[in-house]
C-alpha cells in the first residue's frame, strides 16, 4: 500500500505527521511524496481534506481519504490528532472499504462558445457572485428557464457540502451519500418588481443547473476553498459528477451524530 501525507503548515501538524511517518514506517507501509497513492491521509481540518481532494483528483478514482483533525471536530476528519496508532493499524488491516460521496462538476463557458475554458470539481460547493453592483443572471434548470435572478450571488452545493456555506445560507441539511445538488440563493432581491424562489431547491442527479450572465465584468466564481476573479465566464453548468470521492471507512461517524456534535453542541437526550 502506498500512502500520501497532505498537511497544512501549522506547528501542531507537523509535530502530527512526525509522529504518523514513524508509525507508518515501523509497519513497512511507504508515504510516497509523488506518484499514485492508494490512500491520501488529510492532517489539519476540513480545509485540508478540500486542498487534498484538488491535489489528488487525477487519481479520484484509484483514492481513499482518511482525514485526522489537529483543530476542532471536522466534517471531513475521523481521526483526532492522539489516534495515530489506532489510524495505522486500521491500515495495516486493510480491509479497503469505503464510503464514497458525489462530487459538484463546474464546466464555465465565455459567450458564443460551445467549449468550456475550464472545467473544475468541488467537494463543498462553487459560488457565484458579485461584490460591487447587484449580481443579475437567468437561472435555466435542465434547459428550461426558471428564474432571473437578482441579488449577491447563488451557491450549488454537494451534499457533503451542504453543512458548510450551504448551511449558512438556510440550505438543508442533505446526508452525504444521497445524489443531489443544492441551489441556495445569497441574498436574493424580493419586492413588487423582482422575484425569485426564495428557498433552497434540491434537484436530481438527472438534472443541471446553468447560470447565464449579462454582464461577465466583476464575477466572482468560487470553488471551495479557491475564488477566481474576472475570467470572462458568461455560462456556468452545475451537474453532479459521474465521479466521487471515496474515504476508507476504517472508522465512519454516524453522519447525524456528526452534525449534532457541530451544530447543537449541548447533546440532548431523547428523554429530557
Ligand atoms: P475556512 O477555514 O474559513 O472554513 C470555514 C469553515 O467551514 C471551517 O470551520 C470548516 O471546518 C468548515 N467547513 C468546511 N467544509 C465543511 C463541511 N463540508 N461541513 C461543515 N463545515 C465545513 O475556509 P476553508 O478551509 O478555505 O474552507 C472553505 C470552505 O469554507 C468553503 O468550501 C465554504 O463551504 C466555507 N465557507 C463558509 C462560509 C459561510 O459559512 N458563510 C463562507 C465562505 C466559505
Keep these: 500500500m502506498k500512502v500520501a501525507i497532505y498537511a497544512n ?9 512526525n509522529k504518523l511517518k514513524h508509525l507508518l514506517k515501523n509497519r513497512n507501509i511507504s508515504v510516497i511524496t509523488q506518484g499514485r497513492p492508494d490512500v491520501v491521509i488529510s492532517v489539519g ?22 482525514g485526522v483533525h489537529t483543530g476542532h471536530l471536522g ?13 495505522v493499524d486500521s491500515l495495516s488491516i486493510n480491509s479497503g472499504e469505503t464510503v464514497s460521496y458525489p462530487i459538484l462538476k463546474i464546466e464555465a463557458y465565455k459567450k458564443n462558445t460551445v467549449h468550456p475554458f475550464m472545467v473544475y470539481h468541488a467537494l ?29 450571488g447563488l451557491c450549488i452545493s454537494t451534499p457533503s457540502g451542504s453543512t458548510a456555506y450551504n ?31 426564495g428557498s433552497p431547491m434540491v434537484l436530481s442527479p438527472q438534472e443541471w443547473v446553468e ?22 465566464v458568461t455560462r456556468i453548468k452545475y451537474q453532479i459528477s459521474s465521479q ?8 465512519h461517524m454516524h453522519f447525524w451524530d456528526r452534525v449534532g456534535n457541530s ?3 449541548q447533546k440532548k437526550s431523547h428523554e429530557d
Design 9 to 17: 503548515h501549522r506547528p501542531k501538524t507537523r509535530t502530527v505527521v
Design 45 to 66: 481540518g476540513d480545509g485540508t481534506i478540500l486542498s487534498a481532494f484538488h491535489q489528488f483528483f487525477p487519481y479520484l478514482n484509484h483514492v481513499r481519504f482518511v
Design 75 to 87: 466534517f471531513y476528519t475521523d481521526y483526532r490528532e492522539y489516534e495515530m496508532k489506532e489510524l
Design 124 to 152: 463543498n460547493e462553487s459560488t457565484i457572485r458579485r461584490v460591487v453592483s447587484t449580481f443579475t443572471c437567468n437561472v435555466f434548470i435542465k434547459g428550461n428557464f426558471f428564474e432571473k435572478f437578482r441579488g449577491d
Design 167 to 197: 448551511k449558512s445560507l438556510g440550505g438543508a441539511v442533505i446526508h452525504p451519500t444521497v445524489q443531489a445538488l443544492q441551489l441556495t440563493e445569497i441574498a436574493s432581491l424580493n419586492n413588487s418588481i423582482f422575484r425569485t424562489i
Design 211 to 232: 447560470i447565464h450572465l449579462r454582464d461577465p465584468n466583476d464575477i466572482y466564481v468560487s470553488v471551495d476553498n479557491m475564488t477566481m476573479h474576472n475570467t470572462g
Design 244 to 251: 466521487k470521492i471515496h474515504f476508507a471507512k476504517y472508522r
Design 263 to 265: 451544530f447543537i453542541y
